[in-house]
């Protein structure tokens, strides 16, 4: 079995086959959609009009914690386009080393390659929405403050976090098929654990803390909210430095797993 480091640099050799199934990825998803990628942009829009008409006319100004009750709209924008990044990613990569059997007992090549690139693929989507984030961000009156240049730290933080997930359950799925549908129901109670439609200083302090520890995509939601809406705060350094430290452990324990089950796969498929 080769080590992590070596299997790192002998996935790197195999990047523009990666690149091939991005683009593949993103095909297939629009192909014969009527809309095409534009989904991408409205899918964001009508959940977050769907919140803002629950949690900001029914319950005005009773999520936003610390951040103005005017900025509603674009606040749960900043999460929504995250979070559909992740549950697209996680439920994407599950398939993606057993909807690629064939291929597998074909043609050899690093099989991490697969949930990497679904996860590329997602990050692609997620790169497109934000340009309907800045718009609305422009139209809320929201002025973007130098912080906003911390924006790629935290997107690849968040990229660093998908990836361990999705190696982890990619190879659990190859033994355990059931996997997605477990995952259907966790991402369910995941959504409602994660400060999508709330900001997480409504908790009080004790679950605040309980909810950081358990759960890395709750840092990372108030990250994007701090850069973008924080009106030039800046993100605590020790914060961001244990989000990212957390999330390069998830990618250190999900390589690992999915490096000792892959020479398990062959048999498995």
Known sequence: MLTTPKSIVEAWKYRELVKNLVIRDLKVR???????????????????????AVFGVMMPGSAVGSFPARYFPVFLLCAILPWNWLSSAVMGSIQSIVGNAHLIKKVYFPREILPTAVVISNMVNFLLALIV???????????????????????????VFLLGVAFLLSALNVFYRDTEVIMEVLLLAWFFLTPIFYDIKVLSPRYERLMYIINPMAAIISSYRVVLLGEGSLPAFDFMARTFVTALVVLLIGYTFFLRKARLFGEEL
Not at 30 to 52: A, D, E, R
Not at 134 to 159: D, R, S, Y
């Open 30 to 52: 629009y192909k014969s959609s009527f809309l095409g990628f534009i989904w991408s942009l409205l899918n964001p829009l009508l959940m977050m009009l769907v919140f803002t």
């Open 133 to 159: 984030l800045f718009l609305m961000l422009l139209a809320f009156g929201v002025k973007l403050t130098m912080v906003a240049l911390l924006l790629p730290v935290v997107i690849v933080i968040q990229m």
